[in-house]
């Protein structure tokens, strides 16, 4: 897949396969019976569509000359009951075929879902989440007609136009013979066009992907937008992405209908040919009746191979959104357990960091030669320039990426000789920017335990300073907030973050710039129950706000990916050395301010 570029087509990874049909039936396979009873239903409603001609033929060969009024009335009322009986299996089949075919999209979405929420950091690192966004979605609901009517159709077409081809035979062998002579050339459109097609439809659903993706991006950036005043600039990106999804469309379309008018084009010469020799060949072994029946057979056998086409082209269509689809079902985790992984116990918080390096894919190496040892109970500060390697430190301990080399052991075991879940349910971990879900400010503090009582929820809350705020909202605890939390201040979402973090009681926690959104005075009442939230605890915290981290038991100061200093913060502003500059030069703008 492409890497994150809203503007840059997606190079499919996999040839076209097959295979993916051969995938797609493995969702169909649980409704087999069902649709094997469909399939009869429909072949049952194809034979008595296929009489009418026939009728028709007794008709005028048999009935209208002897003026039968009796067969007659029973050749039509045989055509009724045909009719009546294609009316039931009809409306059945498209009940069914809908349920199975919304059945199996359910799946293939709950399936994709599942997968995405196993792979690691990095692929979201690289991907807009636009592009993600529509495989879920879009695509996925690109394969409703195909599972719906499709396969049905198709069967019932092959059938109806054996059954056809049957009855024109059976009429006349030499006329039948003549009747075919424009399906070689049906085939040989058939083959010029259709590697043309899946180039037309996979280029659509490149367009389409960069067009959701910008979409995405734009909607997640209004703010910024219209602080920038980009709005213009911004509309004129949109044109030229909807433009190329336009392009493309219009070209996957004039292709696509290339099929159809030549089928059309080809039924028209075919029967005016027939017409022609058939009413040359009336009374020498043709009658009228014969000749009516086998023109409606033809147009008859027309029908059947348009929809074969029709399909033909959806199944090209599909398999454009179906190689996407199935390229991200493939898509690896690159954090994953290992062969002979074990739960790893409660531990204590013991954490060792030996000799380890580290880079993000494609990138120099962000940490080097990292080497400490943190006892359970300590609160670890770390500080430094941005980008120096801090963030990267934290999330190696929860294994949110894989180090290059070294070891990372909690208790004295390696983090990856244990499953990854085990692993992370001890981690607490606040982020600078603490997302908020849709739902109650109840359901986002209980997000981390799912059986707290709303008792330990607001006890957690009171233990953070939250309590205060949530009390003056008009619904309290049960106050709606939408995603993101965008009603709420960012020092509040911070709070209800800490609440979050707090509830779920783990055994190591990380503060990430957990403490920035947060004015001076509220911070100050939160101290109290920042001793909460560490006591016990092996913590590291992130902090560019030094008053915050004073009573570290240690501080690490982080510069291009090493630890250049450690120590108390009384012992590093001793040594006035990097820690010392920063804190001075902190201490001196606080002053000024």
Same mark, same amino acid.
């Not at 056809?164 to 085939?187: Q, S």
């Not at 599909?318 to 994953?336: G, H």
């Given at each position: 897949?492409?890497?994150?570029?809203?503007?840059?087509?997606?190079?499919?990874?996999?040839?076209?396969?097959?295979?993916?049909?051969?995938?797609?039936?493995?969702?169909?396979?649980?409704?087999?019976?069902?649709?094997? $009873?469909?399939? $009869?239903?429909?072949?049952?409603?194809?034979?008595?569509?296929?009489? %009418?001609?026939?009728?028709?033929?007794?008709?005028?060969?048999?009935?209208?000359?002897?003026?039968?009024?009796?067969?007659?009335?029973?050749?039509?009322?045989?055509?009724?009951?045909?009719? $009546?009986?294609?009316?039931?299996?009809?409306?059945?089949?498209?009940?069914?075929?809908?349920?199975?075919?919304?059945?199996?999209? #359910?799946?293939?979405?709950?399936?994709?879902?599942?997968?995405?929420?196993?792979?690691?950091?990095?692929?979201?690192?690289?991907?807009?989440?636009?592009?993600?966004?529509?495989?879920?979605?879009?695509?996925?609901?690109?394969?409703?007609?195909?599972?719906?009517?499709?396969?049905?159709?198709?069967?019932?077409?092959?059938?109806?136009?054996?059954?056809?081809?049957? $009855?024109?035979?059976?009429?006349?062998?030499?006329?039948?013979?003549?009747?075919?002579?424009?399906?070689?050339?049906?085939?040989?459109?058939?083959?010029?066009?259709?590697?043309?097609?899946?180039?037309?439809?996979?280029?659509?659903?490149?367009?389409?992907?960069?067009?959701?993706?910008?979409?995405?991006?734009?909607?997640?950036?209004?703010?910024?937008?219209?602080?920038?005043?980009?709005?213009?600039?911004?509309?004129?990106?949109?044109?030229?992405?909807?433009?190329?999804?336009?392009?493309?469309?219009?070209?996957?379309?004039?292709?696509?209908?290339?099929?159809?008018?030549? +089928?059309?084009?080809?039924?028209?010469?075919?029967?005016?040919?027939?017409?022609?020799?058939?009413?040359?060949?009336?009374?020498?072994?043709?009658?009228?009746?014969?000749?009516?029946?086998? +023109?409606?057979?033809?147009?008859?056998?027309?029908?059947?191979?348009?929809?074969?086409?029709?399909?033909?082209?959806?199944?090209?269509?599909?398999?454009?959104?179906?190689?996407?689809?199935?390229?991200?079902?493939?898509?690896?985790?690159?954090?994953?357990?290992?062969?002979?992984?074990?739960?790893?116990?409660?531990?204590?918080?013991?954490?060792?960091?030996?000799?380890?390096?580290?880079?993000?894919? %494609?990138?120099?190496?962000?940490?080097?030669?990292?080497?400490?040892?943190?006892?359970?109970?300590?609160?670890?500060?770390?500080?430094?320039?941005?980008?120096?390697?801090?963030?990267?430190?934290?999330?190696?301990?929860?294994?949110?990426?894989?180090?290059?080399?070294?070891?990372?052991?909690?208790?004295?075991?390696?983090?990856?000789?244990?499953?990854?879940?085990?692993?992370?349910? #001890?981690?607490?971990?606040?982020?600078?920017?603490?997302?908020?879900?849709?739902?109650?400010?109840?359901?986002?503090?209980?997000? %981390?335990?799912?059986?707290?009582?709303?008792?330990?929820?607001?006890?957690?809350?009171?233990?953070?300073?939250?309590?205060?705020?949530?009390?003056?909202?008009?619904?309290?605890?049960?106050?709606?907030?939408?995603?993101?939390?965008?009603?709420?201040?960012?020092?509040?979402?911070?709070?209800?973050?800490?609440?979050?973090?707090?509830?779920?009681?783990?055994?190591?926690?990380?503060?990430?710039?957990?403490?920035?959104?947060?004015?001076?005075?509220?911070?100050?009442?939160? #101290?109290?129950?920042?001793?909460?939230?560490?006591? %016990?605890?092996?913590?590291?915290?992130?902090?560019?706000?030094?008053?915050?981290?004073?009573?570290?038991?240690?501080?690490?100061?982080?510069?291009?990916?090493?630890?250049?200093?450690?120590?108390?913060?009384?012992?590093?502003?001793?040594?006035?050395?990097?820690?010392?500059?920063?804190?001075?030069?902190?201490?001196?703008?606080?002053?000024?301010?």
């Amino acid at each position: 897949m492409a890497r994150n570029k809203f503007d840059v087509d997606e190079e499919l990874e996999t040839p076209f396969s097959y295979s993916h049909l051969k995938r797609l039936m493995q969702y169909i396979k649980p409704y087999k019976r069902k649709i094997l $009873f469909t399939i $009869f239903i429909m072949l049952l409603a194809s034979a008595a569509g296929l009489t %009418g001609p026939y009728l028709i033929k007794h008709a005028i060969d048999s009935a209208i000359p002897k003026k039968d009024i009796g067969e007659l009335s029973l050749l039509a009322g045989i055509y009724v009951i045909a009719l $009546f009986l294609i009316a039931v299996c009809m409306k059945y089949r498209i009940r069914m075929m809908s349920e199975i075919g919304q059945s199996v999209i #359910q799946n293939i979405r709950k399936d994709l879902f599942t997968h995405i929420q196993s792979l690691s950091f990095s692929f979201y690192d690289n991907r807009p989440h636009g592009k993600i966004l529509v495989r879920i979605v879009n695509y996925v609901n690109s394969l409703s007609d195909l599972l719906s009517n499709g396969m049905i159709n198709l069967i019932t077409d092959i059938f109806s136009l054996i059954v056809i081809i049957g $009855f024109m035979f059976a009429i006349n062998a030499k006329l039948a013979i003549l009747a075919m002579i424009g399906f070689p050339v049906l085939a040989a459109i058939i083959f010029l066009i259709k590697n043309a097609q899946r180039k037309a439809w996979q280029d659509l659903s490149n367009k389409q992907s960069n067009m959701n993706a910008y979409i995405h991006e734009s909607i997640n950036g209004i703010k910024v937008t219209q602080a920038f005043a980009r709005e213009d600039e911004n509309k004129k990106i949109f044109m030229e992405v909807s433009k190329g999804y336009k392009n493309s469309w219009m070209k996957a379309v004039r292709i696509q209908f290339l099929l159809w008018p030549s +089928i059309e084009n080809i039924s028209v010469l075919t029967v005016s040919f027939i017409y022609i020799v058939g009413i040359s060949m009336i009374g020498q072994g043709v009658t009228v009746g014969a000749l009516v029946a086998f +023109i409606g057979y033809i147009w008859m056998f027309w029908t059947p191979l348009s929809n074969i086409g029709n399909f033909y082209n959806a199944i090209i269509n599909a398999m454009a959104y179906l190689e996407r689809i199935f390229e991200m079902m493939d898509e690896k985790p690159t954090v994953i357990n290992n062969p002979n992984s074990r739960k790893l116990p409660l531990v204590d918080g013991k954490v060792e960091f030996e000799h380890v390096d580290f880079g993000y894919e %494609g990138a120099d190496r962000v940490l080097k030669d990292i080497d400490f040892q943190v006892n359970p109970g300590e609160t670890i500060a770390l500080v430094g320039a941005t980008g120096s390697g801090k963030t990267s430190i934290v999330n190696l301990i929860s294994r949110f990426y894989d180090l290059n080399s070294g070891y990372i052991k909690i208790d004295g075991v390696d983090i990856q000789s244990v499953t990854i879940p085990s692993l992370r349910k #001890q981690m607490g971990i606040m982020l600078q920017d603490p997302f908020i879900f849709s739902g109650s400010i109840m359901d986002n503090i209980r997000y %981390g335990r799912l059986d707290a009582t709303d008792k330990e929820v607001m006890n957690a809350a009171k233990a953070v300073q939250a309590d205060s705020f949530i009390g003056r909202l008009k619904e309290g605890y049960q106050t709606e907030v939408n995603e993101r939390g965008t009603r709420l201040s960012a020092g509040q979402r911070q709070l209800i973050s800490f609440a979050r973090t707090l509830l779920a009681d783990p055994r190591i926690l990380i503060l990430d710039e957990a403490t920035s959104s947060i004015d001076t005075e509220t911070e100050i009442a939160l #101290q109290k129950g920042l001793e909460s939230l560490l006591a %016990g605890r092996t913590s590291f915290i992130i902090a560019h706000r030094l008053s915050t981290i004073q009573n570290a038991s240690r501080i690490f100061y982080i510069e291009k990916g090493r630890i250049i200093e450690e120590g108390t913060h009384e012992e590093l502003v001793k040594r006035k050395g990097a820690y010392w500059k920063l804190y001075k030069s902190q201490y001196a703008a606080h002053a000024a301010g």
